[in-house]
């Protein structure tokens, strides 16, 4: 067995909605039946008994089969929420593809990774270490998972439709898109200011603040040393407490302090955390956490230090050793409840009970092992919202206001909940930022309260899903084209427009990244960019399959054609109908109900297509007779087609006419595929509800120059010869292409020259198939060998071109270049008044530019002989 290629399908794709792992795994004669195997089964399961529950495949299963299950398995048992995996071989033999879902990237990886060591060393015969596998995997996934606050609130924005991108490996997400997204980090959301927080880290300051408002706190000052807070002690009266001015999670912090010693220890600990140091009168009663999250509170819990109950037999630490086996528990805030710690603080409390670590309890007694209350240090919490006094709960939301905080933890010391805090001389000893939401969600008693909830609906407005207009644009021609001409009409209905294609990344029409840029990395930095209102992607072929969609959903599909010389041959893609099933992927993830998918009557893979959208459909075709285009109709549901010089958006009796020479780019309709690309993006302004009017204009003020869509039909006149560069590379381009010049009134009886290459990376056929359409169209060929011959030998390229035109009717001139430039000027130096030349450009904008300098030197040379 070996492991060829390991992946990251980090959004929708071919084989489900999941993210997995991708990997391409290649077994060896019986390692493609197992039942060939003896004993393999059977080790397999010994050395990993779970997954013998999960192992139900169907013979004949391989090695990657098994590998497949026990990557699912191991994460399973370690808690990951994860179900679907797949292995499907390729059509070559012995060579499977392996995908298994993961709920966090690295954790899937190493899975992969124990997995085919398990199933080598079950081959084998040799020993696994489960449980160090389990406990590698454990580990990493409690390092990288988001913790409990943090994806609280990610699942409470999922469950609304809000999508969310994690941004670090920390608690950094981002909640929607575009102009529209909202970010938070852990509980603190961009609603909270740094000047609020600020604040509520100074506790000396919050004091102050809320002594202004009358909200009940109690008194104490800032010490300089253990001797000046045993000072204050005595100014204060004891019991007090000891804590660091501007520490968080209850760090540093001991309570309940009576003696010279204790306060002293206190003070150490305190010192640990912060150079400044508070001491404050000690309030006797109930330590509570109330949660406030806007203008209301809501959650609360009362809070427990961290205590055993001695049995009698066993000692202090023994009795902590036992709590902290609790599954519940674990270092840090991964887990529902914290381990309890035993440090100088636990040993300091232990002492003021008469007590040391190796103290044996008596059956019944209660030990607290820490005076304050946090979870951070092993505390429990008892859900005690429903018990809350209004009035209690308004001064809880006074001082939270009075900080500036939108999310706050307010910690109360008082009796009970049950009455107002001034009636019982309690007091609001500290506010947090950023409060931590376990105690909330998961507490040792009560019910959780749905606290994420609260945050994103003081975040989003309700029925507020935080999206932007996304269109998605696939297929094998016109991609580009459709994509730029959408975002035109988009950008005239008043948005913003980020848009994403192989020529780059725009962003109201500024190019703010070069290259192709029609994969989903793409993707998800235009639905990054704060300005965006409306995105329009191209999504290409390769990069759904190397990682999976760059959104989880979007609103219009757009689905041009499907080509039979896009890449096949490629990425295990052999036929137009693997080429289907990935292009089809966009359509799949159209969202449910309100979306559209926008396909091609004309080509039956498109328009099958149909019946996997979520949502409505509308079909587009030049024939509105065609049988999918009249049945669509027939039940009253939208079509697009042309009609004699206009092109027709129809629903029942219903029409909006389009006239074609209202639509520059398709030449007065000569140009048949750019017909078509207007009438997919009629279809996808349709069913983005753009006023008519604006997509007139739009269609109107739209040319497709070698600006506003490089390499789409560029035209430009030399010597009273018409120029046309595109970046047609495939057969079903250059077909479109033929067919555009043959209908061009100027190109009837003209001379024709083509100056063409061809892709190395295509199959020695598609290369032919070029040349062989060519050939009875065009009179002079200019093949020339590109820069990147994409591992092809010297000069291979251009035979194969060659090879295509021996049956050629019309071509009776041949030449063969070495460079695109130096193809360029021979054809142009030999263009006379009338001629018709087709340059298939491959470095777009260089190529482009320079025909531009040939076009004004040309011009210049002849203002100066005119003049």
């Not at 955390?273 to 406030?292: C, K, M």
């Not at 109709?633 to 909006?656: F, Q, W």
Request: net charge negative; charged share 25%; aromatic share 4%.
């Amino acid at each position: 067995m070996k492991i060829l290629k390991t992946g990251a399908l980090r959004g929708p794709n071919l084989w489900s909605r999941h993210t997995s792992i991708e990997a391409l795994v290649a077994c060896e004669g019986d390692e493609r039946n197992i039942a060939r195997l003896p004993g393999f089964e059977t080790r397999l399961r010994e050395r990993f008994p779970g997954l013998a529950l999960l192992y139900t495949h169907a013979a004949p299963a391989s090695i990657a089969h098994a590998v497949e299950l026990s990557t699912l398995c191991l994460q399973t048992e370690v808690g990951c929420p994860v179900t679907f995996s797949r292995t499907a071989e390729t059509a070559e033999k012995g060579l499977f593809r392996v995908v298994v879902e993961y709920s966090e990237e690295d954790v899937g990886r190493l899975a992969f990774k124990l997995a085919c060591e398990l199933c080598a060393q079950a081959l084998a015969g040799e020993s696994f270490d489960l449980d160090g596998a389990l406990f590698k995997l454990r580990e990493l996934d409690e390092d990288i998972r988001l913790g409990p606050s943090t994806a609280a609130i990610v699942s409470a924005a999922a469950a609304r439709g809000i999508p969310y991108r994690r941004l670090t490996r920390g608690s950094l997400v981002q909640f929607g898109w575009g102009g529209r997204q909202r970010r938070i980090q852990a509980a603190e959301t961009d609603l909270t200011s740094a000047v609020a927080e600020s604040i509520a880290q100074d506790k000396k300051l919050t004091k102050e603040l809320l002594q202004a408002a009358c909200v009940p706190t109690p008194i104490g000052r800032l010490v300089e040393d253990a001797e000046d807070a045993w000072n204050a002690a005595c100014e204060i009266g004891v019991p007090v407490v000891v804590k660091p001015q501007d520490g968080n999670q209850g760090k540093g912090v001991t309570t309940n302090l009576t003696t010279r010693e204790q306060i002293a220890t206190a003070y150490a600990a305190a010192r640990k955390i912060s150079r400044h140091i508070l001491v404050e009168r000690y309030i006797f009663g109930q330590d509570y956490r109330l949660l406030v999250v806007g203008d209301r509170l809501v959650a609360a819990a009362r809070r427990e230090p961290p205590t055993v109950i001695g049995d009698g037999e066993r000692t202090v630490a023994q009795l902590v050793e036992l709590i902290n086996g609790d599954p519940r528990r674990g270092e840090g805030h991964a887990t529902s409840l914290t381990k309890i710690r035993f440090d100088d603080i636990a040993l300091s409390c232990l002492a003021g009970q008469d007590m040391t670590a190796d103290s044996i309890p008596p059956k019944g007694k209660r030990v607290v092992l820490r005076n304050n209350a946090n979870l951070s240090t092993g505390g429990t919490a008892t859900d005690v919202t429903d018990d809350v006094h209004p009035e209690f709960a308004a001064r809880a939301v006074d001082a939270a206001r009075m900080v500036g905080l939108d999310i706050a933890g307010v910690d109360v010391v008082c009796n009970s909940v049950l009455r107002p805090l001034e009636e019982q001389g309690g007091g609001i000893v500290e506010l947090n930022a950023a409060p931590g939401l376990r105690m909330h969600l998961f507490p040792s008693y009560g019910k959780g309260r749905a606290v994420g909830e609260a945050i994103v609906a003081n975040i989003f407005a309700d029925g507020d899903d935080a999206r932007v207009p996304v269109v998605a644009v696939s297929g094998t021609n016109g991609k580009t084209t459709t994509v730029r001409l959408i975002a035109h009409l988009l950008g005239a209905d008043g948005h913003r427009v980020g848009m994403t294609t192989t020529d780059g990344i725009f962003v109201e029409g500024r190019r703010t990244d070069t290259g192709d840029c029609s994969g989903p990395k793409s993707a998800r930095n235009v639905l990054s960019h704060p300005d965006v209102t409306a995105a329009v992607l191209e999504t290409a072929r390769g990069g759904i399959l190397r990682e999976g969609l760059g959104f989880d959903r979007c609103d219009v599909a757009v689905i041009t054609n499907i080509g039979r010389g896009d890449h096949l041959g490629m990425s295990y893609i052999d036929t137009v109908e693997d080429l289907a099933a990935v292009k089809r992927v966009i359509v799949q993830n159209v969202r449910p109900e309100t979306g559209t998918a926008v396909l091609s009557a004309a080509d039956p893979l498109v328009a099958a297509m149909a019946g996997v959208c979520p949502g409505k459909v509308i079909f587009f075709a030049r024939n509105r007779n065609h049988a999918v285009m009249a049945m669509h109709n027939a039940r009253g549901r939208r079509i697009v087609y042309l009609d004699g010089e206009a092109i027709v958006a129809a629903e029942g009796s219903s029409k909006e006419y389009f006239p074609l020479d209202a639509i520059p780019i398709t030449h007065g309709g000569a140009v048949g595929f750019q017909v078509e690309n207007a009438m997919a993006a009629i279809g996808a302004a349709w069913a983005l509800a753009i006023d008519w009017d604006r997509v007139r204009a739009g269609l109107l003020s739209f040319v497709a120059d070698s600006q506003t869509a490089p390499g789409r039909f560029n035209v430009f006149k030399y010597r009273g010869a018409t120029l046309i560069a595109d970046y047609g590379h495939n057969p079903d381009a250059i077909q479109a292409l033929a067919d555009a010049v043959e209908k061009m009134p100027s190109a009837k009886k003209s001379r024709r020259t083509i100056v063409i290459s061809g892709a190395g990376d295509r199959r020695d056929d598609d290369i032919r198939r070029q040349t062989q359409i060519l050939g009875d169209v065009f009179d002079r060929f200019i093949l020339y060998q590109d820069q990147c011959q994409r591992g092809r030998a010297d000069g291979e390229v251009l035979a194969l071109l060659e090879d295509g035109l021996k049956n050629a009717t019309r071509a009776h001139e041949v030449l063969k270049i070495h460079g695109e430039f130096l193809a360029i000027d021979e054809a142009l130096s030999a263009l006379e008044e009338n001629d018709v030349c087709l340059i298939l450009v491959d470095q777009v904008e260089e190529a482009l530019a320079h025909i531009a300098r040939r076009v004004a030197e040309c011009e210049n040379a002849r203002s100066k002989k005119g003049g």
